[in-house]
């Protein structure tokens, strides 16, 4: 309906679409319209390509076989699992065609971190995707001061904190070049929003991490996407770490009573992936573990 020599023609949502004259023609599309096409809605995966870091255990190795699945080239990154990675690789190639490369190298070290992004981006000529999946941690008396050691404190902050913003800033300037932007999805912990975890060291260093993501998100928009992951108690090599009996009394206290399926926490990160809407979030996966936070 026009109402004027220049009215605004909306659509059934209310949204102005197109500014218009007395002839009903579109004369400019609108601000939002342009952006909409720009963004390329939704966000797919095919033929993208994926680092992952710490990609061949645990969790990351459900992620990066995840990621291949959809049909994104794989960069798996591992520090001692050499023989591991060759075997996903082998596996990933022979079921989904994908490209996939092995990398080593220590997320604790800078150079390790600007290392493992220029090879995958030199293996696959781009980058679209990092998941920052390596973490360090080791287990000690949470209430002991005495117990964490120096070097502790400092791997922590060095993996926890550090490498994530080594890895995306080295990926920036490919994620700025690509038409749809990069992705930065960072495996944190429900450790980073209670006082509690495997370590005071990990505990504190996965909140600094969350602060990290935020910032991140704040300040490399729009054509970078930020995000974080937080498992509950996922029953990996290193899940099972924790005593029987602590199981069982994180089971009690998850509002679904059950420890956190692997394969749901790690399609969490593929469906990130592809939300283009979504920046600066904290998505928690823990069977309603960590309550009211």
């Not at 004259?21 to 609108?30: A, N, W």
């Not at 999946?133 to 502790?152: E, H, I, K, M, V």
């Not at 904190?161 to 930065?184: C, I, K, M, W, Y």
């Not at 060291?201 to 991490?209: D, E, I, L």
Request: proline share 3%; charged share 25%; aromatic share 6%.
């Amino acid at each position: 309906m026009i109402k004027s020599h220049h009215s605004l023609q909306r659509n059934y949502s209310g949204i102005c679409t197109h500014r218009v004259h007395d002839g009903g023609i579109p004369l400019l599309p609108s601000i939002l319209e342009a952006k909409a096409k720009k963004a390329k809605m939704p966000y797919k995966l095919a033929n993208r390509n994926v680092l992952v870091t710490g990609g061949t255990r645990g969790l990351g190795e459900i992620i990066s076989l995840k990621f291949a699945a959809e049909g994104c080239n794989v960069a798996i990154n591992y520090v001692s699992s050499g023989e591991k990675a060759q075997e996903m690789k082998k596996r990933m190639e022979r079921e989904w065609g994908v490209k996939v490369a092995c990398l080593m190298g220590d997320m604790s070290q800078e150079s390790d971190c600007i290392s493992v992004v220029k090879e995958t981006i030199k293996e696959f000529g781009g980058l679209d995707v990092i998941i920052s999946n390596a973490g360090y941690t080791r287990f000690s008396t949470f209430s002991d001061l005495s117990a964490p050691t120096t070097d502790d404190w400092q791997k922590c902050y060095a993996t926890n904190v550090v490498a994530q913003s080594t890895l995306l800033r080295e990926a920036l300037p490919t994620f700025e070049a690509n038409d749809e932007g990069g992705v930065f999805i960072m495996t944190s912990s429900i450790a980073g929003v209670i006082a509690g975890g495997s370590c005071m060291p990990y505990s504190v260093t996965k909140a600094a991490q969350l602060h990290l993501m935020k910032c991140l998100a704040a300040t490399q928009g729009p054509k970078v996407r930020v995000n974080a992951v937080l498992p509950g108690l996922v029953l990996t090599e290193w899940g099972r770490l924790y005593s029987e009996e602590d199981q069982e009394k994180l089971k009690d206290k998850a509002y679904l009573k059950r420890v956190t399926d692997i394969e749901d926490c790690a399609q969490a990160f593929v469906d990130i992936a592809k939300n283009s809407s979504m920046t600066g979030q904290k998505i928690q996966v823990d069977s309603g573990l960590a309550q009211n936070v």
